[in-house]
């Protein structure tokens, strides 16, 4: 079964810094999910990554897949403090009908 | 649009106590999950369901039941709840029936935060 494995779990980083959350994944697996999470709010999709090379971007965050390498990374460009959510990665199960996720990270933007 | 609805949002029981949590969703979806969340391990899936009349065990089914009464609506119930199952439930719904299609995503509802004293 899939297994992901995010860090770190916890991130401070200050307005206007650059940082990386990485994704490894345990399974050959042919596409990524990554989710938002608001505190006390429930998650919603930022983004899918459907094949080796894909990268994504939206605003300050940008999203690429090595499947061979069975990794992701979320790269936060500039920070800033509406930015600061838990980010998970997810990944589809050994039968492809629901999705497993990793342990999330914690990111906080301070001013 | 309302999406993916659950009630209640918060929740305290004893230990021993049984209750339901309650999911709808209006996008006509076909499968419909349970996850639970807890500090330090993501989301881990419950139960799911595929269809109409069917149900799957995910990860952590112990102490837990499911009914999926209809296309719209799909339960959660724990029989005699235990202080383990303190945690923030969720629902997910997505259109598709079994395998995940290519850029499909789960929609998620609001949360049920339950307390097991």
């Known amino acids: 079964e899939l297994k992901v494995e995010q860090n770190p779990l916890f991130l401070s980083m200050q307005e206007g810094k650059n940082y990386t959350i990485y994704c490894n994944y345990s399974t050959t697996s042919d596409r990524l999910y990554w989710y938002r999470q608001d505190p006390g709010k429930s998650l919603e999709s930022l983004f899918v990554?459907?094949?080796?090379?894909a990268v994504k971007q939206e605003g300050r965050l940008m999203a690429s897949l090595d499947t061979k390498a069975r990794l992701s990374t979320l790269h936060i460009t500039a920070a800033v403090h509406d930015l600061s959510a838990t980010y998970f990665c997810?990944?589809?199960?050994?039968?492809?009908?629901?999705?497993?996720f990793g342990a999330g990270t914690r990111l906080t933007v301070k001013p | 649009n309302a999406g993916v609805t659950q009630t209640p949002k918060f929740q305290v029981l004893k230990t021993g106590q049984s209750m339901t949590l309650q999911c709808a969703q209006d996008?006509?979806?076909?499968?419909m999950y349970w996850y639970r969340q807890d500090p330090g391990m993501g989301l881990r899936l419950i139960y799911y369901s595929a269809s109409e009349g069917t149900t799957d065990k995910g990860e952590v089914p112990n102490g837990y039941n499911v009914s999926r009464l209809n296309k719209r609506e799909f339960s959660l119930r724990l029989e005699s709840a235990a202080p383990s199952q303190t945690s923030v439930y969720f629902c997910?719904?997505?259109?598709?029936?079994?395998?995940?299609?290519?850029?499909?995503?789960?929609?998620f509802g609001s949360g049920t935060q339950l307390s097991v004293l």
């Open positions: 990554l459907l094949s080796n090379g």
């Open positions: 997910a719904s997505r259109f598709g029936q079994l395998h995940l299609a290519t850029n499909e995503k789960l929609f």
């Open positions: 997810a990944g589809p199960s050994h039968n492809n009908n629901d999705m497993r």
């Open positions: 996008m006509n979806h076909n499968s």
